[in-house]
């Protein structure tokens, strides 16, 4: 399945995900924080393959499926539990119903799209841990031809 | 009019009938306690409040006259970290009984239940902070 990931190397702290974010859902469902004066975190539903959000919702709204999750609006009652039961905190409540990245419904998601410094993808788990090994090799060989030099 | 009931055995203390109302009739106020405020009497002629309880807490029946309003209090269990007050004991209960033993601890030992939404998002951007900063 293909999910959101952070290349944390590229995140410039823009912010610019959470607007695209929030012109589409009208609030924004991945957030920035910028820890120790230097390194820019942007944090969005992980899409748990064992979804406790599910797990905990009494109606249903939230439902795991296969390796994704599914949402259904006119089901959420607004309880609550969902977002007591996420292990990282990044469910909210907006207007009475649980508000959760759905990747904007498996479409280009808009923060990727956005993102003007490509340090998110939207791919397959594999396809980016290569890509990301692969340019922490080629930094490598780098700082080691500086060394050479 | 009609008056409203709750059986505050059944109640948990989530926000269901509150985030539901479309008058926002129903209150809730939090604290070190959860109070949430329940209209005796309510003139809407819908059945939403009542609908939205996966308790079964709410039902719906004929105007009783002078009933007062109805308060319900819920201790609220202080997060471990900021040790703000967020989860009502019948919640906590339901999520310990529905989520698997083995997910309700992280891979550092840690019982995220216990902590508050917003200190488990501080917590996993200070992991990834620290990880990224190791490398």
Known sequence: MRSIYVDLDRCLGCRACEVACGRIHGTSRISVAILRDRISIPMTCRQCQRATCAMAC????LVQEGEGI???????NGCGLCLLACPFGLVDLWAGKAERCDHCMEKSPACVATCPSGALAFREEM?????????AVLRASR??????? | MRSLFVDERRCIGCLACKESCPEGKIRIMDDEVREIIFPSTCGNDCTI????????AIS??????GAPEITLRFHLIPCEDCLRGFITEPMLERLKASIPRDLQIDSSGLSWLRLCPSCRRALERERMAASHLRR
């Open chain 2, 60 to 65: 719906l029946g004929d105007e009783r006259p």
């Open chain 1, 70 to 76: 599914s949402f259904v609006p006119e089901r959420c």
């Open chain 2, 49 to 56: 409040c009542e609908e939205a309880c996966q308790e079964k």
């Open chain 1, 143 to 149: 700082a080691i031809e500086g060394v050479r030099r």
């Open chain 1, 127 to 135: 396809a980016f841990s290569k890509a990301a090994r692969t340019r």
């Open chain 1, 58 to 61: 009494p109606t249903e709204a």
